[in-house]
């Protein structure tokens, strides 16, 4: 369990139906050692707070296991790390295996675990397809979010140590097919009294379950 890049972006024109609208998910990978605090990477910047960025979306991390299955279905030969807009690209970590909550060591820093990247209009523009948002969706590809607990520099190459494990186990992909209306009950409750879960991701959770009952979901 690796990083494989550390990247950073600056805010620039992105190109949508919606008309060009600024964005940072053009991210580049970076050399060297690079210092991660409280509000994420020195140097990364992002266009919307309202949705990027912020305490509990500090750092954005991909699994580059996912490149070979996007570059297909986006007729891509290879795609290059930070194509989707992530901090950190890494190697033997997934939605799967780490759990909400969880605290993990990169580098000299402490992260927490908080919740999955869900994709936005913007991430449909970068990738050139309608329907990319829906594919990651459905397969649990989404990348995720984490807090910075104790600030300290990453740099590529890093290991990726789980410090504590958090003892509910529901995984990212676990949040991310309860939005896709996959989940049983008993997981939508352990997902919902999970401390570590940011508030307006549970709100979130609760709002497509209540469009999944007036059926207008």
């Known amino acids: 369990m690796k990083v494989i890049a550390v990247s950073l972006g600056v805010v620039s024109s ?34 919307d707070h309202a949705v990027h960025g912020g305490v509990n979306k500090a750092v954005c991390l991909v699994p580059s296991e996912h490149y070979p299955r996007w570059a297909s279905f986006l007729n891509y030969d290879v795609l290059s790390p930070a194509f989707f807009g992530e901090n950190l690209t890494t ?25 999955p990247r869900l994709p936005c209009y913007k991430f449909a523009a970068r990738a050139g397809r309608s329907d990319a948002a829906r594919f990651m969706l459905n ?35 676990d949040y991310v097919n309860a939005m896709m209306q996959k989940a049983s009950s008993e997981l939508l409750t352990r997902l919902l009294r999970n401390s570590a879960l940011p508030e307006d991701r ?5 709002r497509r379950i209540e469009a999944r009952y007036d059926g207008s979901v």
């Open 91 to 115: 190697e033997g970590v997934s939605e799967h295996t780490l759990c909400i909550g969880d605290v993990v060591e990169i580098g000299s820093a402490r992260l927490v675990v908080r919740s």
């Open 139 to 173: 397969e649990a590809m989404t990348g995720l979010y984490l807090s910075v607990e104790a600030p300290g520099d990453i740099g590529t190459g890093d290991p990726i140590r789980i410090l504590s494990p958090h003892p509910d186990r529901v995984s990212i992909a």
């Open 202 to 206: 549970k709100q979130l959770l609760v």
């Open 14 to 47: 992105l190109p949508t139906p919606r008309g060009a609208v600024p964005s940072a998910i053009a991210k580049q990978p970076v050399a060297g050692r690079v210092k991660v605090s409280e509000q994420g990477f020195e140097g990364d910047q992002q266009a």
